[in-house]
């Protein structure tokens, strides 16, 4: 009730209501044919049957490119020496980007090869790994497969592809066993890809003198300045900065930010584009500012195409002189004694930022004496 009072306010004074960020989707994908592809985002987990402990390295072996399979993901059983496999799983998991969720994650190349009593699970989460919105474990081997796995709420925020030990030592189920490495158990996936759903707008914010001069008379063009965008979704794309004034329209800044369709950042994490940006605005630029009003508007889009609202500010620029109008023109009484000052209306025009004072004075031939009229 109180922000559709708010809204009402905002109508009622002629003011437009903030918009509300759109559901945006986009694609994250990763090939793992294309050899510069990387694993950016992708993490293993391993937990032990008993409880559900992590337990690395002990069950499952997993493999970023390096197996017979080739380049791409791959989950296989250990043995452990030996050991009884009693429910232990291994997980090769991803994390949605930022605050953007998972509406879709279809999975090519899989090869799937079940022995020694080893499921499979392609799944979609929601807030933790433990909560499943959609588990598929499949029957049948699978070999260069499709697999995709839909959340119609996009609510999701993780991906997965497991390999577990099927059930064993219940009511109706049969002895655990031992697992053979050799019996060829495996699941691999050569591609990934994720369709997002980015709900957030970006944002942006402007420092320096650039900005702080805002919406007051100067005598010169700032010389620096930048802008910052934040977007905690798809992250910043590209950041913009136009200047208008009488003497047209040009762009101060055009910067596209650090993206990494490929995924060979690590910082980026399981993102494309960071969550936050910055460009310099040039000197240069700046200095070519000429006298007048000039307004400025700032934007920045994501990767999915969202837009932030305009952040828009003016400078007002005076490099002309005031030209200043004497009546009667002093100048014909040049070498002519005067007991007095001689009785006159000094004027000035300012057509920019407007007359703040006027000064005259008069002294003696001899520079002893100055004194204001």
Same mark, same amino acid.
């Given at each position: 009730?109180?922000s559709?009072w708010?809204m009402?306010v905002?109508l009622?004074?002629?003011?437009a209501a903030?918009?509300?960020a759109a559901?945006r989707?986009f694609?994250s994908t990763y090939?793992?044919?294309?050899?510069?592809? /990387?694993?950016?985002?992708?993490?293993e987990?391993?937990?032990?049957?008993?409880g &559900?402990?992590p337990?690395?390295?002990?069950?499952?072996?997993?493999?970023?490119?390096?197996?017979?399979?080739?380049?791409?993901?791959?989950?296989?059983?250990t /043995?452990?020496?030996?050991?009884v496999?009693?429910?232990?799983?291994?997980r090769w998991g991803l994390?949605?980007p930022?605050?953007? +969720? *998972?509406r879709?994650?279809?999975y090519? &190349?899989?090869?799937?090869r079940?022995?020694e009593r080893?499921?499979l699970r392609?799944?979609?989460?929601?807030?933790t790994p433990l909560n499943?919105l959609?588990?598929?474990?499949a029957?049948?081997?699978i070999?260069?497969g499709? #697999?995709?796995? @839909?959340?119609p709420?996009?609510s999701?925020?993780f991906?997965?592809a497991?390999?577990?030990t099927e059930p064993?030592d219940?009511?109706?189920e049969?002895?655990?066993? +031992?697992v053979d490495?050799?019996?060829?158990s495996?699941?691999?996936?050569?591609?990934?890809?994720?369709?997002?759903?980015d709900r957030?707008?970006?944002?942006?914010s402007a420092?320096? !003198?650039l900005?702080?001069q805002?919406?007051r008379? *100067?005598?010169?063009?700032?010389?620096? /300045?930048s802008? @910052? $965008?934040?977007?905690?979704g798809? &992250?910043?794309?590209n950041l913009?900065? +136009?200047? =208008?004034s009488?003497?047209?329209?040009?762009?101060?800044? @055009?910067?596209? !930010?650090?993206?990494?369709?490929?995924?060979s950042?690590?910082a980026?994490?399981?993102? *494309?584009?960071?969550? =936050?940006?910055t460009?310099? !605005?040039g000197? $240069?630029?700046?200095?070519e500012f000429?006298?007048g009003r000039?307004?400025?508007?700032?934007l920045?889009?994501?990767?999915?195409?969202?837009v =932030?609202p305009?952040?828009?500010?003016?400078l007002? *620029?005076?490099?002309?002189r005031p030209?200043?109008?004497?009546?009667?023109d002093?100048s014909?009484?040049?070498?002519t004694?005067l #007991?007095?000052?001689?009785?006159?209306?000094?004027?000035a025009v300012?057509?920019l930022?407007? #007359?703040?004072e006027?000064? !005259?004075? #008069?002294r003696? =031939?001899?520079?002893?004496?100055?004194v204001?009229?």
């Amino acid at each position: 009730m109180r922000s559709l009072w708010a809204m009402t306010v905002l109508l009622l004074l002629g003011l437009a209501a903030p918009a509300a960020a759109a559901d945006r989707e986009f694609t994250s994908t990763y090939n793992w044919n294309d050899p510069r592809t /990387g694993y950016a985002g992708w993490s293993e987990d391993e937990r032990d049957g008993a409880g &559900g402990q992590p337990a690395p390295g002990t069950w499952y072996a997993f493999s970023r490119g390096a197996s017979p399979f080739g380049a791409g993901l791959t989950i296989r059983p250990t /043995g452990n020496g030996g050991a009884v496999y009693r429910g232990p799983s291994g997980r090769w998991g991803l994390q949605a980007p930022g605050t953007t +969720t *998972i509406r879709r994650a279809t999975y090519s &190349g899989v090869t799937a090869r079940f022995a020694e009593r080893q499921g499979l699970r392609y799944g979609l989460y929601g807030g933790t790994p433990l909560n499943p919105l959609d588990v598929n474990r499949a029957q049948d081997d699978i070999e260069d497969g499709t #697999v995709t796995r @839909t959340d119609p709420a996009a609510s999701s925020r993780f991906a997965t592809a497991w390999m577990f030990t099927e059930p064993c030592d219940v009511p109706g189920e049969p002895a655990c066993q +031992t697992v053979d490495p050799a019996a060829g158990s495996v699941n691999h996936i050569d591609a990934a890809e994720l369709t997002l759903v980015d709900r957030d707008t970006p944002d942006v914010s402007a420092a320096g !003198a650039l900005y702080d001069q805002r919406d007051r008379w *100067i005598g010169e063009a700032p010389n620096s /300045g930048s802008l @910052t $965008a934040q977007d905690p979704g798809s &992250g910043v794309r590209n950041l913009s900065l +136009t200047a =208008s004034s009488s003497t047209g329209t040009r762009s101060i800044i @055009t910067q596209t !930010a650090g993206c990494d369709f490929t995924h060979s950042t690590p910082a980026l994490g399981s993102a *494309i584009c960071p969550a =936050s940006a910055t460009a310099d !605005a040039g000197a $240069a630029s700046i200095g070519e500012f000429r006298s007048g009003r000039v307004r400025l508007r700032a934007l920045v889009r994501d990767l999915s195409g969202q837009v =932030s609202p305009a952040l828009r500010w003016q400078l007002l *620029i005076d490099r002309q002189r005031p030209e200043p109008a004497r009546s009667p023109d002093l100048s014909q009484l040049d070498g002519t004694f005067l #007991v007095r000052p001689p009785a006159a209306t000094v004027r000035a025009v300012d057509l920019l930022s407007g #007359v703040a004072e006027i000064r !005259a004075r #008069v002294r003696n =031939s001899a520079g002893q004496r100055s004194v204001p009229i």
